[in-house]
């Protein structure tokens, strides 16, 4: 819950019972939130920025992205709903690696404190480096609950709550703690959120999401649902877990508001995608309501 920090459903495997708090899931893609913010919160750029860019969408190397022959003008707003690494690669080159770290510990990473899951991001040694990082390639790490927390900070107006699960304690039938919301400090501007938020719709609409089965369900069944998010994904087997695939997102209306993360780590087939747990959970959750 963006507005206080409650956690309302924590789900993991039935054999792996602590994935959510496990902090060595590849980020992937989901970075481009911490890459998008930093462009438009230090007025580098907004989502209607163009850019030249080499090479396809999926491409994975920085130098395709500086070397192709091949060239398509991208702005940022389809770049984040599509997911297109050239893009925020490049848009990562021209920031430097010192404000994109900046906006990167802004957003949880590489801290320490309040024994929270938090995620890391290593410093890039060379412009390819932080091309990598910046497209969400790089050699960043983190948990189910800091993706979700993040997307909290952007639907809460640029300010992270501090996350809970304790509602209240009795003790001899007395009351001895009742939870007060409470807050980390601002992350982004309110304006900055706004826009982040605006683009993170695009990604449901006509992006990365948008064809997915569950999402096309949820859709028709809750059409007073708001949602949006950042889908991110790592293919190969090498990856620290295997293949992941991450949505990080927003479901909200009048009088919901919801801040989620969901991954799937499949082996050498995709049994789950994880693109779809986020409207399929959240299905189960809103049938008691």
């Known amino acids: ?19 959510t708090v496990k902090t060595t899931f590849p980020a992937a893609s989901t970075f481009k939130v911490v890459t998008a913010a930093a462009a438009i919160e230090y007025g580098l750029a907004n989502p209607d920025s163009k850019m030249v860019c080499g090479g396809y969408g999926d491409s994975c190397s920085p130098t395709v992205w500086l070397d192709s022959k091949y060239k398509v003008v991208r702005n940022m707003r389809t770049s984040f709903a599509t997911s297109a690494n050239p893009y925020f690669g490049n848009l990562g080159r021209i920031m430097g690696k010192q404000l994109l770290l900046q906006m990167a510990e802004k957003f949880g990473f590489n801290r320490k404190d309040y024994g929270f899951p938090w995620g890391r991001v290593e410093t890039p040694v060379d412009d390819y480096q932080l091309a990598l990082t910046a497209a969400g390639l790089g050699d960043s790490m983190t948990s189910p609950f800091h993706e979700a927390l993040i997307s909290a900070a952007v639907l809460n107006g640029g300010v992270m709550p501090k996350p809970t699960f304790v509602e209240r304690i009795e003790k001899g039938g007395k009351v001895v703690y009742v939870f007060k919301p409470s807050f980390f400090e601002r992350v982004v501007s309110e304006s900055t959120a706004d826009v982040i938020k605006d683009m993170m719709e695009g990604t449901v609409k006509f992006g990365t999401a948008s064809q997915k089965r569950y999402f096309r369900i949820f859709k028709r069944r809750f059409r007073n649902l708001e949602s949006g998010g950042k889908t991110g994904t790592l293919s190969e087997l090498t990856y620290p877990e295997g293949r992941c695939e991450w949505f990080v997102g927003f479901f909200r209306s009048d009088d919901l508001s919801l801040a ?11 049994y789950v995608t994880g693109y779809d747990i986020s409207p399929l959970v959240l299905m189960e959750f809103l049938k008691g309501k």
């Open 260 to 270: 989620v993360a969901s991954l799937a780590v499949n082996e050498r087939k995709y």
């Open 1 to 19: 819950e963006p507005s206080t920090g409650k956690v309302l459903c924590a789900l993991s495997s039935i054999d792996y019972p602590d994935l």
